[in-house]
């Protein structure tokens, strides 16, 4: 790869720094960070166009794993490569995981950490920026009616059906109706463009796959190795995000007699509050079986799957883009894309926060906050706090 293929693009300790503040800053889970994704470098920065930014996302959300992360790391790596692409995911996911590390070794000293009326003002606070960015990134992507009536159908499907692996059917099933319809999808200098070589990507896909082979060998539920396996196991099998991990999570860890209900679902609140990705609780998870080199491993071990598959698929995504059918399809899974986070907008984000005509009230006030009077994230959110302590 030539060295000038980055010439101008920020330095990784810029890119760091950039991600950094969105993972200081970014509330609202997967959904939420895709719109401050897409206002910080689409509208913002201009990266990348619309459409390639959708062509992000909708490999991202066809890939098993933490989809927001993985558009970050993309991001990165589209902006200055593999040292891109770390800095993007350090900067967004240190913030979360240092807190529920924090949060798991100080868990004994403070064990209401995660109850509270503060927990509760952030959820209602989570619904208004998921609805934002649902519906700044509906704009974007469904301009028409065609495309409005897929991601429509889309949500239908998923809250009437609420399988896991018809999250991964519906996608498909809008990139047909996208083919069928024959979407215009324009092809120009703005889409994506991926700078790799072509064998890379068969390394990363078999690495994944030898890891993956290696994490269901029987291990000691005592020691590191035991929560490397079970993590790198739901990040590798799991569609759908960090809400969807939850279950496998507590398979592992619950079920099995390793952690207490209360302890699990105690990290998981606190979870919920923290900006960044949620696949952050496997700090605290890993922090609470085996300290700090458990925290380290847990993280590591569910981002990792996620991340090669994406560095196996970025080449391939490229080739099925330049052609037209292929483009209709795009078309019709990028529409997709904004009928599944309207669908995460009411299971889990609404359903988990919003029982009472106060909680309407508060997401109203919160979302006006957000959509028309443009309070920052970063002011929004411990105002949020503060008020769900004093209210509810």
Request: charged share 10%.
């Amino acid at each position: 790869m030539s060295k000038d293929v980055y010439a101008g693009a920020l330095p990784a300790w810029q890119i760091f720094l950039l991600f950094l503040r969105l993972g200081l800053t970014s509330f609202g889970g997967p959904a939420a960070h895709l719109g401050f994704f897409h206002e910080e470098f689409v509208k913002r920065r201009r990266w990348l166009s619309d459409s390639a930014y959708g062509e992000v996302v909708a490999l991202c959300q066809l890939l098993p794993g933490p989809a927001s992360s993985q558009v970050g790391l993309t991001l990165g790596f589209l902006q200055r490569g593999y040292s891109g692409a770390a800095a993007a995911w350090f900067g967004f996911t240190l913030p979360s995981a240092l807190l529920m590390t924090l949060f798991a070794m100080g868990l004994g000293l403070w064990p209401d950490a995660g109850e509270g009326g503060w927990i509760t003002g952030l959820k209602l606070f989570v619904v208004a920026v998921v609805a934002q960015a649902v519906w700044q990134m509906g704009r974007s992507l469904c301009p028409d009616s065609p495309r409005l009536s897929i991601a429509m159908m889309v949500a239908i499907l998923l809250l009437t059906v609420g399988a896991t692996w018809m999250q991964i059917l519906a996608l498909l099933m809008a990139g047909a109706a996208g083919v069928a319809l024959k979407l215009p999808q324009k092809q120009s200098e703005e889409a994506l463009t991926i700078p790799m070589q072509t064998r890379r990507p068969m390394v990363f896909f078999a690495v994944f796959v030898v890891l993956l082979l290696l994490a269901f060998l029987p291990l000691a539920s005592d020691s590191l190795g035991w929560i490397w396996a079970e993590l790198y196991r739901a990040g590798a099998l799991v569609f759908g995000g960090g809400h969807v991990v939850l279950p496998w999570l507590q398979e592992g860890f619950v079920a099995s007699g390793n952690m207490p209900a209360d302890t699990f679902l105690a990290g998981y609140g606190v979870a919920q509050a923290m900006p960044g990705p949620l696949f952050s609780f496997s700090a605290f998870l890993g922090g609470t079986e085996g300290g700090l080199a458990g925290a380290a491993v847990a993280v590591v071990a569910v981002f990792l799957p996620g991340t090669l598959l994406v560095f196996a698929g970025l080449p391939l995504w490229s080739y099925i883009r330049s052609h037209e059918v292929a483009r209709a399809a795009l078309a019709g899974v990028n529409a997709g894309v904004v009928g599944l986070l309207l669908a995460a907008l009411y299971d889990p984000v609404w359903t988990s926060a919003v029982n009472s005509s106060g909680a309407i009230a508060f997401v109203l006030l919160t979302w006006v906050s957000l959509a028309v009077w443009r309070v920052p994230v970063w002011i929004l959110a411990p105002l949020s706090a503060l008020a769900g302590l004093m209210l509810f």
